[in-house]
């Protein structure tokens, strides 16, 4: 039954964690577990959509995909999974998606329906057009991002939206840096313009951005010395993101198992505690 793991896609539900994200607004909510409670039910309903996002892509692709040598092992294109019972499974999951996310909030649903839109935008057209296809990930991981804010009721600040959207950038070009340097030309029409070169050149942009807008943020919304000393590891990580990146295709294009990594791991844990002890110190009034 390994396959159905495979068919929903377990291995991607990690980017639905960047819900999680808007506990560092503030320090009110670090110590509520309702808080955390409402987010995981929230990351919940989003790895169901995901998967259903998942399972209609590899349903219209099927046929594409027995001609590839790796995805020709996905459960649908294999005959592992049938298209009827892979539709059964990617209603279900929509519902319950769905029925999760009113409980929640209902704005919280109208943004899971924006996401399961835009994302069959983006299979049955969008993924073909040159920086449409990673402009519209990117705002999808936005949509992510911003739904924990709904979930808790919190307001979220331009900065912290525009920081996702540029993360999130940084993070699909280094993928389509891997894509394209391995020759992936086949499995993604857009790589034939995404030059190693290009995205090169992009991940030191968007990686610039990032830092200088995280020094920013830090610097005119949160006064305090242990803010800014959470700079130096912010870049540290990103940093290290790019020279994995760089160094490693086949990591680039399996971002999980980026994540997996000793020095990242470490790098951002000790970025999480440095920051939470700056908004308890700032919260003190110290």
Not at 23 to 28: P, T
Not at 253 to 267: C, Q, S, T, V, W
Request: charged share 15%.
């Amino acid at each position: 039954m390994f396959w159905l793991f495979e068919l929903i896609r377990v291995r991607q539900w990690y980017k639905n964690l960047i819900i999680f994200l808007v506990i560092s607004l503030g320090v009110e909510q670090l110590f509520l577990l309702d808080a955390y409670l409402s987010l995981f039910f929230g990351f919940a309903a989003l790895c169901l959509m995901s998967s259903c996002n998942y399972i209609i892509n590899d349903i219209v692709d099927r046929e594409k995909d027995k001609l590839d040598k790796i995805k020709s092992q996905r459960p649908i294109a294999s005959g592992k999974a049938s298209v009827s019972f892979a539709i059964i499974i990617a209603i279900v999951f929509f519902v319950f998606s769905l029925a999760i996310s009113y409980f929640l909030e209902p704005l919280f649903t109208l943004l899971l329906l924006i996401l399961f839109g835009l994302t069959q935008l983006y299979s049955f057209w969008l993924k073909n057009k040159i920086f449409l296809d990673v402009v519209l990930i990117a705002i999808n991981f936005m949509i992510r991002a911003i739904a924990g804010a709904v979930i808790l009721g919190l307001y979220i600040t331009e900065w912290f939206v525009a920081g996702i959207f540029f993360l999130a950038m940084f993070l699909v070009f280094a993928k389509r840096y891997g894509e394209s340097k391995d020759g992936l030309r086949k499995n993604r029409n857009t790589l034939k313009f995404y030059t190693p070169e290009l995205m090169q050149t992009f991940l030191i942009v968007f990686l610039s951005i990032l830092v200088l807008m995280y020094s920013m943020y830090v610097i005119f919304n949160h006064n305090g010395y242990w803010f800014i000393a959470t700079i130096p590891v912010f870049t540290y990580l990103l940093l290290r993101y790019f020279t994995i990146v760089i160094t490693d295709t086949n990591l680039a294009r399996h971002a999980e198992k980026l994540l997996l990594r000793k020095d990242l791991i470490l790098g951002g844990l000790f970025f999480v505690i440095l920051f939470l002890f700056a908004l308890y110190k700032k919260k003190l009034g110290l």
